[in-house]
C-alpha cells in the first residue's frame, strides 16, 4: 500500500487533521510552510535501486525479443539455394514458428516455477534457458550431416521458445511487487522496452551481418550469458518472501527496494507500515491458498473475471497480426511493395517500436491504460487497411511510393502504444497475489498458443487470401478490439494491486474511504484498530 494511503487511514482513526510530512522519525525539518514528504519508495534513491534492479532483469528479456526476430534477418539466406546449407519452404517455416509452439510450455512453468522458487531464481531459469537455446543454434553448424544440423536448430529454437515463455511475466510481476502506485507503470513496462530492444539488436545484426546466421547466434549466445550473470545481484521480492516465511529477508529485500540502509535499526513508521500491509496480505493468501481448491480459486471473481478478459486480450492481440508484422517484418516490406531495402524498412520498424515504448509509461500514466489501448487498437486499424488498400489498388498508390513503409512503421507504433505491450502489462496487476504466478502464466500460455498458430498459418493465408486480403484480415479483429478495451478493460492507473483485486470482486473501483473501511475489516495493529470485522466488511458491502 502507498504512503498516502496509510496516511488516510491514520487521518481516518485519529480523527485529527494533521499532514502526511511526518512519515519517518528523525526526518522532520521544520519549516514555515508543510511540505509534502515523497513516500520512501517514491524517493530518489529507491527509484535508482528498483530501476537498476528491473533492468538487469530485462537484460535477459532482449534475448528473447533477439530470438523473435530472428527468422526475419536470417531466412534470406537460409532459403538461398545458392547457399552450401539451405532450408526447404516447409523446413523455413518450422524454423520460424517452432519457438512459438514452444512458448505455452514456458507460459505454463512461469506459474509454477515464480509460485514455488521465486520471481528472481524464475528469472534466471528463463536465462540459462536462452543460453542453451542460442548456443544449440551457434553450434549446429559443427555437424556434418545436413539432417543433424537442422535438427539441432530445431532443438535450439525450441528452447529458445520456451525462454520466451517464461521471459514475458516473471520481470514484470517483479516490477509490481517492488513499487508503489506511481511509478508501477514505468518499472512494469521495462519487459516491454528489453523485448523491443532486442528485436530491434537483431534487426541491425541483419543489416550489418546479411550472410552469417552462425555469427549472429555465437554473438547472441555470449549476450544471453552476460544476461544471466546480471541475475545474480538482484534481490528476491518482499512479497514473495513473506509469502513463503522468510520474514527477516523479506524485511532487509524492503529495505533495500525503500532506499534504506541495510543495517539501520532506527524505527520508520512509514517502512513499519508498508512491512505489516505486506505480511498481513501474505498471510491472508497463504491461507486462502491453503484451504481452497485450484476450482475454488478459479471460481472466485477476483479470479475468472481478469482471467477471461486477460485470454480474451491476448486473443485479439495475437490476430491483429502485431507478432507476424515483427516475424516476417523484411518478406511483409517486400510484399507490400516497400521501395527501400527491405532490411533497413524492418530496422525502421525496430526503432519505431523501441522509441514509442520509451514514452509508454508517460502514456499509460498520463492517458490511462484504457484510452491507450483504443487508440492503438483504431490506429492499427487504418494502418492495416491501407496496406490492403495499397495491394487491392496498386496502380492508385503507386503515386504515392512512401505510403506502405510508412503503414507498416505505424502499425508498429500504434500496437507498441496498446494492443501490443497493455495485455502484458496488465498481467502484473489485475490477479490477486495468491494466483499472480499461475494465473498470468496460464494467460500467456493461451495468448503464446495462439501466437504459433497465427505465425504458422500466414505463409499459408498468404497464398490462399492473397496478401491485401490478409492486411485486411488483421485489420477487421484490431476494429473489434476498440469496443472490447472500451466496455470491458477496466482502468487501473494510479490504483493499489488490492483496489484493484477489490473491483473484481465487488464490479466497481473502491474510492479511498472503502479502502479505510477495507483495511479496518482486517483487524489493523499498526493503526491501532481493533474494530468488529463483521460490521466494516457489512458496512463496505452496503457502499458498494
Not at 7 to 17: A, H, S, V
Not at 100 to 106: H, K, R, S, V
Not at 109 to 129: A, Y
Amino acid at each position: 500500500m502507498s504512503s498516502d494511503q496509510w496516511e488516510t487511514i491514520k487521518l481516518e482513526q485519529n480523527g485529527k487533521k494533521q499532514t502526511s510530512g511526518k512519515i519517518c522519525s528523525g526526518l522532520d525539518r521544520p519549516s514555515k510552510k508543510e511540505k509534502k514528504t515523497k513516500p520512501l519508495g517514491e524517493r530518489r534513491k529507491a527509484v535508482w535501486r528498483q530501476q537498476l534492479m528491473v533492468f538487469l532483469g530485462n537484460t535477459g528479456v532482449m534475448g528473447a525479443g533477439m530470438a523473435v526476430a530472428l527468422p526475419s534477418v536470417t531466412l534470406g539466406q537460409l532459403t538461398d539455394e545458392q547457399e552450401e546449407f539451405c532450408l526447404t519452404q516447409e523446413e523455413a517455416s518450422w524454423f520460424s514458428s517452432i519457438n512459438t509452439m514452444a512458448c505455452p510450455l514456458g507460459g505454463l512453468l512461469v506459474g509454477l516455477l515464480m509460485d514455488r522458487i521465486g520471481r528472481k531464481n524464475t528469472i534466471l531459469v528463463t536465462d540459462i534457458c536462452g543460453v542453451l537455446g542460442w548456443g544449440l543454434l551457434a553450434t549446429a553448424s559443427l555437424h556434418n550431416e545436413r539432417s543433424a544440423i537442422f535438427i539441432q536448430m530445431l532443438i535450439g529454437r525450441f528452447i529458445s521458445g520456451i525462454m520466451i515463455g517464461l521471459c514475458v511475466s516473471p520481470v514484470g510481476v517483479y516490477s509490481a511487487e517492488i513499487s508503489l502506485p506511481r511509478i508501477r507503470g514505468r518499472l512494469i513496462l521495462g519487459t516491454s522496452i528489453g523485448l523491443a530492444a532486442g528485436i530491434l539488436f537483431m534487426y541491425v545484426l541483419g543489416y550489418f551481418i546479411r550472410n552469417d546466421w552462425q555469427l549472429i547466434s555465437i554473438i547472441s549466445t555470449v549476450h544471453q550469458i552476460i544476461s544471466t550473470l546480471c541475475v545474480l545481484p538482484m534481490p528476491e521480492t518482499p512479497s514473495w518472501l513473506m509469502q513463503n516465511g522468510y520474514t527477516e529477508k523479506a524485511r532487509r529485500s524492503l529495505k533495500y527496494f525503500r532506499g534504506l540502509n541495510k543495517n539501520d535499526v532506527s524505527y520508520c513508521e512509514e517502512f513499519e507500515n508498508e512491512l505489516n500491509q505486506i505480511k498481513r496480505t501474505s498471510e491472508q493468501s497463504r491461507t486462502t491458498a491453503q484451504s481452497e481448491s485450484l476450482w475454488q480459486a478459479v471460481k472466485a471473481p477476483e479470479v475468472y473475471k481478469p482471467l477471461l478478459l486477460m485470454i480474451g486480450f491476448f486473443a485479439f492481440q495475437q490476430c491483429s497480426g502485431v507478432v507476424v508484422v515483427v516475424v516476417f517484418a523484411v518478406q511483409i516490406a517486400t510484399r507490400a511493395g516497400v521501395t527501400i531495402d527491405p532490411v533497413l524498412c524492418a530496422v525502421m520498424v525496430g526503432v519505431a517500436r523501441i522509441i514509442t515504448t520509451f514514452f509508454m509509461s508517460t502514456i499509460f500514466e498520463k492517458w490511462g491504460r484504457k484510452p491507450a489501448g483504443i487508440i492503438s487498437a483504431g490506429g492499427m486499424t487504418v494502418c492495416m487497411l491501407l496496406l490492403a488498400a495499397s495491394g487491392w489498388f496498386p496502380e492508385q498508390f503507386a503515386k504515392v511510393p512512401p505510403v506502405p513503409v510508412v503503414c507498416i512503421v505505424l502499425h508498429i507504433v500504434f500496437s507498441t502504444m496498446g494492443l501490443l505491450t497493455l495485455p502484458f502489462f496488465m498481467i502484473s496487476e489485475v490477479f490477486p497475489q495468491r494466483v499472480r504466478g499461475s494465473a498470468s502464466g496460464f494467460s500467456v500460455s493461451f495468448g503464446l498458443i495462439i501466437s504459433f498458430a497465427v505465425i504458422k498459418i500466414y505463409p499459408t493465408m498468404e497464398a490462399g487470401m492473397g496478401t491485401a486480403n490478409v492486411f485486411a484480415f488483421y485489420g477487421a479483429v484490431s476494429a473489434i478490439a476498440v469496443p472490447f478495451i472500451c466496455f470491458l478493460i477496466p482502468e487501473t492507473r494510479g490504483r493499489t494491486l488490492l483496489e484493484i483485486e477489490e473491483y473484481f470482486k465487488t464490479g466497481r473501483m473502491p474510492t479511498a474511504s472503502e479502502v479505510i473501511i477495507l483495511r479496518k475489516a482486517s483487524r489493523d495493529p499498526v493503526n491501532g484498530n481493533n474494530g468488529d470485522d463483521d460490521e466494516c466488511k457489512e458496512s463496505f458491502l452496503k457502499s458498494t
